[in-house]
């Protein structure tokens, strides 16, 4: 124990990657065949944490903004790659409006928390906004990724009913609206799930991890109530924002539906 918080040292990472390898080995005795994926999934977890501590840890040390900047940009530049790699069903060409969505969403939700909200000194504080960028952009990849995959998913499936609102009148906005609104929806359930559950069902992750370091549990239970608060907002506004810039590559210049193939 070092402080008010517990130490987590190698012999502790030995015993959970083990763990995960006892459950590896059970998935190769039952042939569900994701063994060798876990266990490389965790391997790799592990060392990109560590590796990421690290970096945090010099950021936080050197106290540079151009430091935090800097490791801002790598984590939307991959962010972006995360996001279309997850999204199934899309088209080429979108890592434009996905990162340009990021870079809105986050500087605005950044700036609130951390002007607004939180108020640290220096106002670039590395120990919170690295942090706060990160788990803002966890749950925005994963928001994104599942709208824009629901998001083609549903144009397809609503073809027929896409080309009769065309050939009645509609515009390609309130023809795509439908799908606009049923990837929104999607994209947010699992954060309205956070809400509803956090505090009875769940402690979440951030408030744990403060609690077991040591900090004081109800400093630990409004920090999580910004930050889930911020991901709502973040993940409604970014999954808007995508499908305002995205849902014209359904259709032609001539307002007509655009198939899959010629996307």
């Known amino acids: 124990m070092s402080g ?5 040292d190698n ?14 080995l059970v998935s ?3 042939c569900i065949s994701i063994g060798k994926t876990l266990m490389w999934s965790a391997i790799r977890a592990l060392v990109q944490l560590c590796v990421m501590g690290v970096i945090i840890g010099y950021v936080i040390r050197s106290n540079n903004p151009w430091l ?5 940009a790598v984590m939307l530049v991959a962010a972006v790659q995360i996001t279309l790699s997850r999204a199934k069903g899309i088209p080429k060409g979108l890592a434009g409006p996905v990162l340009l969505s990021l870079v809105i969403t986050m500087l605005l939700m950044i700036s609130l928390v951390t ?3 939180v108020r640290p000194h220096p106002w670039y504080a590395p120990q919170l906004v690295v942090p706060l960028t990160g788990m803002l952009l966890g749950n925005t990849v994963s928001a994104l990724a599942v709208g824009l995959s629901r998001f083609y998913e549903s144009m ?3 073809r027929d009913e896409v080309d009769t609102l065309l050939a009645l009148g509609a515009t390609p906005w309130e023809a795509a609206r439908p ?19 956090c505090g009875i069902v769940t402690i979440p992750g951030m408030m744990a991890g403060q609690v077991i370091a040591g900090g004081d549990p109800l400093n630990a239970a409004k920090y999580q109530f910004v930050v889930l608060a911020a991901i709502a907002a973040l993940t409604l506004v970014a999954d808007a924002l995508i499908m305002t810039m995205t849902y014209r590559t359904c259709f032609t210049d001539k307002d007509q539906y655009k198939p899959p193939e010629d996307r």
């Not at 935090?68 to 801002?72: A, E, L, P, R, S």
């Not at 799908?179 to 559950?197: H, M, N, Q």
């Open 4 to 8: 008010n918080g517990y130490v987590i």
């Open 68 to 72: 935090v900047f800097g490791v801002i």
């Open 28 to 30: 190769e005795l039952m």
């Open 156 to 158: 397809n499936e609503r």
């Open 115 to 117: 002007e607004l909200v």
């Open 179 to 197: 799908s606009i609104v049923s990837s929104i929806r999607l994209g947010l359930l699992p954060t309205t799930a956070s809400l509803a559950s």
């Open 11 to 24: 012999w502790g990472l030995l015993v959970a990657l083990l763990m995960v390898a006892v459950a590896a």
